[in-house]
Structures are given as C-alpha cells and as structure tokens.
C-alpha cells in the first residue's frame, strides 16, 4: 500500500495536471524572429541574389537573370564608370567617420572616468548626463536642418557671429569648401554619438569591481595612474564593442551628409551608402549595381570586425587574472 506521501506530491493538488510554461518561452520570442525573419534575413537574402542578377529598372527586378560576377567587377576594373565613384566614396565615408570617432572615443573615455570617479565629487552629474545624452535621442532629420540654417549662405548664425568677432570679412559658403563640408559631417556625428559612447563607457567602468579601486587608493594610486592601471586594460572589450559598433555604423553613413550636402562639393562628401541609394533610386534603377556594392561592403565590414577582434584580444595573462579578480 503506498504512503499518502507518495500518491500526493507537495504543492499538488488531487486531479490537476502539472502545467508546462516552457511553450510560451517562443510566444515572447516569436514576434523577433518573424520580424528578423521578414525584414532582415530575406533582404539580405535577396541583396545576394540581386548582386549576381541584371537587375536594373522595376520591371526587372522580380524577373532577373542571373549573369554572375558581371556586377562585382565593375567595381574592380579602372575602366568602369563605376569604379572611381565607388571608392572616391569609400574613402570619403573612411576618413569622416575616422575624424568624429577618435575624438568621440577619446572625450566618451575623458567623461566617464570623470563621472565615475568618487574623488572628484562632480555635483549635478545625472543632469550633464542627460544634457550630453540629448542629441542622440533627436532625429538625424532635425539635426540636419538645424545645422544647415546654422552654416547656410549668406546669412545665419555662423557667419554672422564669425564676421562680427573679424574672422571674416565677407560671407563663406561653408557647403562649397571641401574641408568645410566634411568637417561640419565629423562634428555633428561626433555630437550626435559621444553621449551614447560614454554611457557604454560608464556602464563598463561601473561593473569593474570596486575592491579593485580601493586596493589601489591603500596603494597611494592617484586617479591618472588608476584609470591607466586598472580602469583602461578592465573596460577592453568595451572599447572593442564601441569601436566596432561605431565602424559598422560609420561605413552605414547616409542621412547627416544626404541631408546637408547632398554628397557636394563635388562628391567630396558622398558616402558609400549614398552611393548605393542613388544607384538603387535614382537614374536608370541599377539594383544590381547597388546590391553588388551592398555585398562588397558587407564583406568588408565583416573582415574588418574580425580583424579588430584579432588585434584587440587579450595577451596579457596579467589583465586577464585582474579581470578574473574582479568579477
């Protein structure tokens, strides 16, 4: 005869079935992956296809044949009219996002070890969070007409104020000097984004261990040194997330400059997204010639993300204990 223990579980009651929760795990899950599934990965999938097709004009681009390598190579051969406009925005989209991301990189680091150093006793540091945080949450959209009003030709605010200090004694149009137009591009992406950098940098600073900072502060390190010691080699892979999230977006880079130069003066400021957009929308339709340049930057984002992993991994088994110690 078995023990009343036995025939009645604990916690259960006589007649009810034990309910399994594990099923609505993919309920939660489901609208994720059918989204990624319908505006990501079918996309991608049909970029690839459309790379290798003769896709070019509406009527074709559903009813494709597809002609191989044909595409790519337009981007390869000197001769092409493609190939010089490809790489002239290639190296456009570089060198701009290289001239906002170092300094964004470098005050992101500056104002988190600020922020979260208990010596300096910063008041009001929730407040200049917010502040510094601000101009990401606001549209590429308005921030483009914003900065465009400030710099247009002949009156606004920035020549105004620079012909009334005397560093200017006529008019400049900012949007007709090379340097001018990319260096205004690099700032408003560096303002757009170093808030969101040092947040990343202040969440990864905030999870270093504090035992470490006070065996440092026992050892007589002053803030200089513990940033350098303990803080810089601790928030590396942060430094890798950033850097090549900030690179994967860099190279993506199309509203700021579509909207305050239209890649002018004479494509000095033409991205290779802008590139792929007017191949794809504007003209004769190339889609083949746009998906084609979708998939060489693809490539290259990809080698270059493994690259940094590579140069950036851990070699120093001294860091890697002092990570292990401060977990």
Same mark, same amino acid.
């Given at each position: 005869?078995?023990?009343?223990?036995?025939?009645?579980?604990?916690?259960?009651?006589?007649?009810?079935?034990?309910?399994?929760?594990?099923?609505?795990?993919?309920?939660?899950?489901?609208?994720?992956?059918?989204?990624?599934?319908?505006?990501?990965?079918?996309?991608?999938?049909?970029?690839?296809?459309?790379?290798?097709? &003769?896709?070019?004009?509406?009527?074709?681009?559903?009813?494709?044949?597809?002609?191989?390598?044909?595409?790519?190579?337009?981007?390869? &051969?000197?001769?092409?009219?493609?190939?010089?406009?490809?790489?002239?925005?290639?190296?456009?989209?570089?060198?701009?996002?290289?001239?906002?991301?170092?300094?964004?990189?470098?005050?992101?680091?500056?104002?988190?070890?600020?922020?979260?150093?208990?010596?300096?006793?910063?008041?009001?540091?929730?407040?200049?969070?917010?502040?510094?945080?601000?101009?990401?949450?606001?549209?590429? +959209?308005?921030?483009?007409?914003?900065?465009? *009003?400030?710099?247009?030709?002949?009156?606004?605010?920035?020549?105004?104020?620079? #012909?009334?200090?005397?560093?200017?004694?006529?008019?400049?149009?900012?949007?007709? *000097?090379?340097?001018?137009?990319?260096?205004?591009?690099?700032?408003?992406?560096?303002?757009?984004?170093?808030?969101?950098?040092?947040?990343?940098?202040?969440?990864?600073?905030?999870?270093?261990?504090?035992?470490?900072?006070?065996?440092?502060?026992?050892?007589?390190?002053?803030?200089?040194?513990?940033?350098?010691?303990?803080?810089?080699?601790?928030?590396?892979?942060?430094?890798?997330?950033?850097?090549?999230?900030?690179?994967?977006?860099?190279? #993506?880079?199309?509203?700021?400059?579509?909207?305050?130069?239209?890649?002018?003066?004479?494509?000095?400021?033409?991205?290779?997204?802008?590139?792929?957009?007017?191949?794809?929308?504007?003209?004769?339709?190339?889609?083949?010639?746009? *998906?084609?340049?979708?998939?060489?930057?693809?490539?290259?984002?990809?080698?270059?993300?493994?690259?940094?992993?590579?140069?950036?991994?851990?070699?120093?088994? +001294?860091?890697?204990?002092?990570?292990?110690?401060?977990?």
């Amino acid at each position: 005869m078995d023990k009343p223990a036995a025939r009645f579980a604990p916690g259960r009651r006589k007649g009810l079935s034990k309910v399994n929760y594990n099923r609505y795990g993919y309920y939660f899950v489901a609208p994720f992956i059918i989204v990624f599934l319908v505006f990501q990965l079918y996309p991608i999938i049909f970029t690839f296809r459309t790379s290798v097709s &003769d896709a070019i004009g509406w009527n074709k681009i559903n009813d494709s044949m597809v002609i191989g390598f044909e595409n790519f190579k337009m981007y390869f &051969d000197p001769g092409s009219p493609l190939f010089y406009d490809f790489w002239n925005s290639f190296g456009n989209t570089l060198l701009i996002w290289i001239a906002n991301f170092v300094p964004q990189i470098l005050m992101a680091l500056v104002l988190a070890s600020w922020f979260t150093d208990t010596r300096m006793r910063l008041k009001f540091r929730g407040g200049f969070k917010m502040l510094i945080f601000m101009p990401n949450i606001i549209t590429a +959209a308005t921030i483009g007409v914003l900065f465009y *009003s400030i710099f247009n030709y002949p009156i606004a605010p920035a020549n105004s104020f620079l #012909q009334q200090v005397g560093i200017l004694h006529a008019p400049f149009e900012f949007f007709r *000097s090379t340097t001018a137009s990319r260096s205004i591009i690099s700032f408003v992406q560096w303002w757009m984004w170093y808030g969101n950098t040092m947040i990343i940098m202040i969440a990864g600073i905030m999870g270093i261990s504090p035992e470490l900072y006070e065996a440092g502060l026992v050892d007589g390190c002053s803030s200089r040194q513990t940033f350098y010691r303990i803080t810089l080699p601790l928030i590396k892979p942060i430094l890798l997330f950033n850097l090549v999230t900030s690179m994967i977006g860099g190279l #993506q880079m199309f509203d700021i400059p579509h909207l305050l130069t239209e890649g002018n003066p004479n494509k000095t400021t033409n991205t290779i997204a802008r590139f792929i957009y007017q191949q794809a929308f504007t003209g004769s339709r190339n889609f083949n010639y746009a *998906s084609a340049a979708s998939v060489i930057l693809f490539i290259f984002i990809v080698m270059a993300s493994l690259m940094l992993f590579w140069v950036m991994r851990e070699r120093d088994p +001294a860091v890697r204990d002092l990570r292990r110690a401060g977990k």
